[in-house]
C-alpha cells in the first residue's frame, strides 16, 4: 500500500440491512476508520481486490448467496495476505452454509450480539493493527525480492564482466605470443622486427590501461583516489586528453575535430584525471562510431561551469540504454555485427571522476543510428589559483655532476621481473646487479653501494619496506636513490612505501620512461 494509498485499510462490510450498514459506518467513521458498506458477498468481493483493511460480516451475511465468490477472493491473496474479519454473531445454531463459511476462514473475531460501540470499534481497530503488521511483512518480502533480483544481477554482470575479461586480456596476450614466436623463429629482417616490436608495445600497454582501469574502479569504490586539484586550462586538458586518445581514432581513420575558445575555460582539477575523463569519451566515440566516422569535441561555458560535449555520428543508442550507460561493468550491445572491446568501466569511471570533481556527465541520442553525445559540466575556478601540496624535500633532490654511469641494484622475488628490468638497465649503458630476496638486497647493497636500488615490495621473508627502513638507516648510502618497483598503486600505497624510506614509487609494469626519469635524476 503506498502511502497516498488508503484503499488498504479499508473496512468492508456486509450487514441485513441498509439502516444496520450507516449507523455501523457512521460509529467507525467517528473513529476515523474508514467504511464501505456492500450490498452483498459479491460486490464485497468484487472490493477485496481493489484494497481491504478488515471485513465486518453478520451470521445473516455467511448464510446468503455469494459465499464462494468471498471466499475465491480471499484464496486469492498473496502469501502473506490473511484479511482479519469480525463476525457479529448472535446464531447459536448457524445454518450448514454459513458454518462451512465460517469454518474456511483464516482469520475471524467473533463478537457478540448485542455488542457495544466501544467493543466493535476495538475489535475493528485490533483487525487493522493485525493487518497493517501484514503490510509490513509485505514490504520486507518486497525490499528481499528487490535485493534477491539485485544479487542475481550483479551475478550475472559479474559473469558477463569476468568473460569479457578473460576476452580482453586473451587478445593482447595472444598477440603478444605471436610477437614473441616471431622474434624467436623468425628470418629476422628490420622491418618484421621493428613491426613485432611496434606492436608489442602497443599491446603491453593495452595491459597496463586494462589493469590501471580495474585499480581506479577499487580506489574510486573504497574512497582511496587523492585528486591533486590545480588551477587548469581545460583546453590544455582537452589536449592531453586528445593525446591520449589519438590511437584509436587514427586505427579507426574518423575524422576528428577539435573546437576550442579563444580564451582559457579555468577548472579545479587533477589534469591527470581529466585528460582521462575526456579521454575515455573520446574513446567511447571511437569505439562505437563505424571506420571514417566523425567526431566532435568542443569546449564552451556559461555564467557557473565549463561544458565539454563530445559528438559522434555513429551508431547511436536506443532509449533504453541510455540510463545504463555509465553503470559499472555494462556493455551496451548497440549492434549486433559490430563487437566492441573494453570492460565496460570507461564511461563508469568517467561519472564517478567527475562526480569528485563536482561536476556531472549526460548521455544522449536520437536512437540507432542516430549518433551520441556526451556532454560534461565542470564548475568554473575561482580567480584564486589552487594551491599545491609542498614536494618531500628528498624526493626533490637533483645531484649535482655531468651524467655518468650508475651502479644499480635491482631486488625483485620474481627473477623474469629482475633479470628482464636489469637488462633494460644494462641496455642503457649502466652497471647492474640482481637478488631475489630482501635479506641478499641488503647484502648487495652492503657491498655494491648503489646509486640507485629498484626493489619490489612482496617479498617472503624481508620484504621491500624492510628493505628500505634498513638502508635509509645506514649513513653511507644516504645518497642511494630508493625506488619502490610494485604491482600495488594508489595513493596510500604510495605513503606506506614513502613512510618505509623510498624515494619513488613506480607501479609494474614500469614504463621505459619513468626508470629514465629516475636515473636522470640521478645521473644528470
Not at 556531472?360 to 556532454?375: L, Y
Not at 646509486?451 to 627502513?469: K, Q, R, Y
Not at 620512461?513 to 645521473?523: H, W
Amino acid at each position: 500500500m503506498a502511502a497516498d494509498d488508503r484503499s488498504g485499510e479499508r473496512v468492508l462490510l456486509v450487514t441485513p440491512t441498509r439502516r444496520d450498514a450507516e449507523v455501523t459506518c457512521q460509529l467507525l467513521g467517528k473513529a476515523r476508520i474508514d467504511c464501505l458498506p456492500c450490498a452483498n458477498l459479491e460486490e464485497l468481493a468484487g472490493e477485496i481486490r481493489e484494497g481491504v483493511g478488515a471485513i465486518v460480516l453478520t451470521d445473516a451475511a455467511l448464510a446468503a448467496s455469494g459465499a464462494d465468490a468471498l471466499l475465491s477472493a480471499l484464496a486469492s491473496q498473496p502469501a502473506w495476505s490473511d484479511v482479519p474479519t469480525v463476525l457479529l454473531t448472535g446464531d447459536r445454531q448457524r445454518s450448514d452454509l454459513a458454518q462451512r463459511t465460517l469454518s474456511r476462514l483464516t482469520n475471524v473475531t467473533l463478537l457478540d450480539l448485542p455488542s457495544s460501540t466501544r467493543s466493535l470499534v476495538s475489535a475493528v481497530d485490533s483487525s487493522l493493527r493485525a493487518r497493517r503488521r501484514q503490510y509490513e511483512i509485505r514490504d520486507q518480502l518486497v525490499r528481499q525480492a528487490a535485493a534477491e533480483e539485485a544479487l542475481r544481477e550483479a551475478d550475472r554482470r559479474k559473469d558477463e564482466f569476468l568473460a569479457t575479461l578473460a576476452h580482453e586480456l586473451r587478445n593482447p596476450l595472444g598477440a603478444l605470443r605471436n610477437g614473441l614466436q616471431v622474434l624467436l623463429h623468425g628470418p629476422g629482417e628490420a622491418a618484421v622486427r621493428e613491426r613485432m616490436l611496434g606492436m608489442m608495445d602497443r599491446q603491453s600497454r593495452l595491459l597496463v590501461k586494462l589493469i590501471d582501469e580495474l585499480l581506479d574502479v577499487s580506489r574510486i569504490a573504497t574512497g582511496k583516489v587523492d585528486l591533486r586539484r590545480d588551477r587548469l586550462d581545460l583546453r590544455a586538458v582537452i589536449g592531453a586528453a586528445l593525446e591520449l586518445g589519438q590511437t584509436a581514432v587514427d586505427a579507426a581513420h574518423h575524422d576528428l575535430r577539435v573546437e576550442l575558445p579563444p580564451d582559457p575555460v579555468w577548472v579545479s582539477g587533477d589534469q591527470s584525471r581529466l585528460a582521462q575523463v575526456i579521454g575515455n569519451l573520446v574513446n567511447n566515440a571511437a569505439k562505437y562510431t563505424p571506420d571514417g566516422g566523425r567526431i566532435v569535441v568542443s569546449l564552451g561555458s556559461d555564467a557557473t561551469q565549463a561544458i565539454v560535449r563530445v559528438v559522434d555520428n555513429g551508431v547511436g543508442m536506443p532509449a533504453e540504454v541510455i540510463p545504463h550507460v555509465f553503470d559499472l561493468f555494462t556493455q551496451v550491445n548497440r549492434t549486433l555485427d559490430r563487437a566492441q572491446g573494453g570492460l565496460g568501466i570507461g564511461l563508469s569511471l568517467v561519472r564517478q571522476l567527475v562526480a569528485l570533481h563536482g561536476g556531472s556527465v549526460s548521455a544522449a541520442s536520437r536512437g540507432a543510428g542516430q549518433g551520441s553525445t556526451f556532454t560534461l559540466t565542470l564548475p568554473l575556478a575561482s580567480s584564486a589559483s589552487a594551491s599545491e601540496a609542498p614536494a618531500s624535500p628528498r624526493e626533490e633532490r637533483r645531484p649535482a655532476g655531468g651524467r655518468r654511469r650508475l651502479r644499480l641494484l635491482v631486488v625483485d622475488d620474481n627473477a623474469d621481473v629482475a633479470d628482464s628490468l636489469a637488462a633494460l638497465l644494462e641496455d642503457a649503458g649502466h652497471q647492474t646487479r640482481t637478488e631475489y630476496g630482501g635479506a641478499a638486497g641488503i647484502r648487495a647493497a652492503e657491498e655494491f653501494a648503489p646509486d640507485v636500488v629498484f626493489c619490489d615490495i612482496g617479498m617472503p621473508g624481508t620484504d621491500g619496506h624492510e628493505l628500505a627502513s634498513q638502508l635509509s638507516s645506514k649513513p653511507h648510502l644516504a645518497s642511494t636513490l630508493l625506488v619502490a618497483v610494485t604491482g600495488w598503486g594508489g595513493e596510500e600505497r604510495q605513503r606506506r612505501t614513502k613512510a618505509a624510506g623510498f624515494h619513488v614509487h613506480l607501479t609494474k609494469p614500469v614504463d621505459p620512461d619513468a626508470v629514465e626519469a629516475v636515473l636522470s635524476r640521478v645521473a644528470g
